[in-house]
């Protein structure tokens, strides 16, 4: 079993930064990728921005510029780097991690999951 747990969320006007953090324990494979989904109010949940375990990343092309996802390996921690933020970002962000098979993301592809947290920005 892998454990994740989000953080960094919160409140921020447009324009504003948020960094998120998602800390992994457990049974952590170094072969597997982290990613971040987010789920709009009355929306799907949609995939954002993944790296893998050599390192390379992708992003949703709504945060391409914008958001930069990078890894601690010593700490087990990914981070999302969240500048010039939008209304539009906001949303529940949750971090997932498994053995990546796809882009775009699929959540049904990911076993692992986090509990979430609040992202909202204001206008």
């Known amino acids: 079993q892998v454990h994740l747990v989000e953080s960094g969320g919160g409140s921020v006007q447009a324009g504003g930064s948020l960094t998120l953090s998602c800390a992994a324990s457990?049974?952590?494979?170094?072969?597997?990728?982290t990613a971040w989904f987010r789920q709009a109010p009355g929306k799907a949940r949609d995939g954002v921005a993944v790296?893998?375990?050599?390192?390379?990343?992708q992003y949703a092309d709504s945060v391409k510029g914008r958001f930069i996802i990078s890894k601690d390996n010593s700490d087990n921690i990914v981070h999302l780097h969240m500048n010039n933020l939008k209304p539009e970002d906001t949303g529940v962000y949750y971090c997932?991690?498994?053995?990546?098979?796809?882009?775009?993301?699929?959540?049904?592809?990911?076993?692992?999951w986090g509990q979430g947290t609040q992202v909202t920005v204001s206008s």
């Open positions: 790296i893998d375990s050599d390192d390379s990343t």
């Open positions: 997932a991690t498994d053995v990546c098979l796809s882009w775009p993301l699929d959540e049904d592809d990911f076993r692992y």
């Open positions: 457990g049974n952590t494979y170094s072969t597997y990728c």
